[in-house]
C-alpha cells in the first residue's frame, strides 16, 4: 500500500486530535509514502511522529488538456475594450483568502481598465460579492461559479491571483502557467516549488495585497515583460509534464513492491 500526501489531509485532517492517530497509524503502516511538496513532506514530519520516509513526487499537469489555445471570441465578451483580465480559482474557503484577491484586484483596477473572473464557489463567496459591490468594483467582476473546462477561461487571462494562507502546492496556479499565465500568489507552503519570484510571476507575503497588486500591475502595464513572464510560466510547467512525472510514481511503485516481503 503506497499512500500519498495532498495536502488537507495533514493541514486540516491530521491536525485535528480525533483523527491524528489515524492519519500517524496509516502513515506508519503504509510500504510506501509520498507528498506533492517539499514542503508539505516537512509539515507531516513537524506533525506527526513518523517512522516511515517520504519521497517527493510532485503533481503533475496533462498538456493535452492545460495548453494555451485561441479563444479570442471569449476573451472579447469579457473585454470588448481589451482590459487586462485577471483570474481565480479555487473552493473558496476561507484558506483561499478570496476577499484578498478582490482587494489585488480592486487596486488593479484603479491603475488600469480590467477584469476578474472568479471561477469556484463556496462559504466565502457571499463575502466577496458584498465587497465588489462596496468597493463598486462588481461590473467588472464575473462570478462564473464552477466549471468543468476551467483551461478555455485560463485561456483568455493574463494574470492569476492565488493569495492563500496555505497550498501544499498549488495545482491550480501549474494549471495556469501551463495556460502561460504568470502568477501572483503568497510564499506560502509549496507555493515557492511552483512559482518562481521574478521569472514565472511573484511571491508576496500572506495578506500583503498591496505588494500583490503592485506585483500585478508590473506584469500587466507592458506587453512585453508580460509576454516574457508568459513564456516563463510555460517553461516552468513544462518540469512537471505528466510524462516527465507518471515515469516517477511507477518507479517508486516498482521499487517498493521489489522492497515488501509478504
Same mark, same amino acid.
Given at each position: 500500500m503506497v499512500t500519498t500526501l495532498h495536502g488537507t489531509d495533514i493541514t486540516l485532517v491530521g491536525k485535528d486530535k480525533s483523527f491524528a492517530p489515524v492519519v500517524e497509524f496509516s502513515i506508519n503502516k503504509s510500504d510506501g509514502v509520498t507528498a506533492v511538496s517539499e514542503s508539505l513532506r516537512q509539515q507531516t514530519y513537524d506533525?506527526?511522529?513518523?517512522?516511515r520516509e517520504i519521497e517527493v513526487i510532485y503533481n503533475f499537469i496533462d498538456f493535452s488538456r492545460f495548453r494555451k489555445s485561441n479563444k479570442d471570441h471569449f476573451k472579447k465578451a469579457i473585454a470588448p475594450k481589451g482590459e487586462r483580465i485577471l483570474i481565480h480559482v479555487s473552493n473558496f474557503r476561507k484558506v483561499k483568502r478570496i476577499n484578498d484577491v478582490v482587494q489585488v484586484f480592486y487596486r488593479v483596477n484603479q491603475q488600469m481598465p480590467s477584469k476578474l473572473l472568479f471561477i469556484g464557489d463556496g462559504p466565502e463567496r457571499r463575502a466577496a460579492e458584498d465587497l465588489c459591490r462596496e468597493l463598486? @468594483? @462588481?461590473d467588472d467582476v464575473r462570478f462564473l461559479g464552477k466549471q468543468d473546462a476551467i483551461e478555455e477561461l485560463m485561456a483568455v487571462a493574463d494574470v492569476f491571483i492565488m493569495p492563500s494562507e496555505s497550498e501544499s502546492f498549488g495545482l491550480a496556479a501549474l494549471e495556469a502557467m501551463a495556460c502561460e499565465?504568470?502568477?501572483i500568489s503568497t510564499n506560502a507552503g509549496g507555493l515557492p516549488e511552483v512559482n518562481i519570484h521574478g521569472e514565472t510571476g511573484f511571491l508576496s507575503n500572506v495578506g500583503d495585497v498591496e505588494d500583490m497588486a503592485r506585483h500585478a500591475i508590473f506584469i500587466?502595464?507592458?506587453d512585453e515583460v508580460l509576454a516574457r513572464f508568459r513564456e516563463?510560466?510555460?517553461a516552468q510547467a513544462k518540469r512537471f509534464d505528466i510524462q516527465e512525472i507518471l515515469p516517477k510514481y511507477e518507479a517508486?511503485?516498482?521499487? @517498493?513492491l521489489k522492497a515488501t516481503v509478504y
Open positions: 506533525t506527526f511522529n513518523l517512522t463598486d @468594483i @462588481i499565465v504568470p502568477v500587466l502595464s507592458d516563463n510560466a510555460l517508486y511503485y516498482e521499487s @517498493i
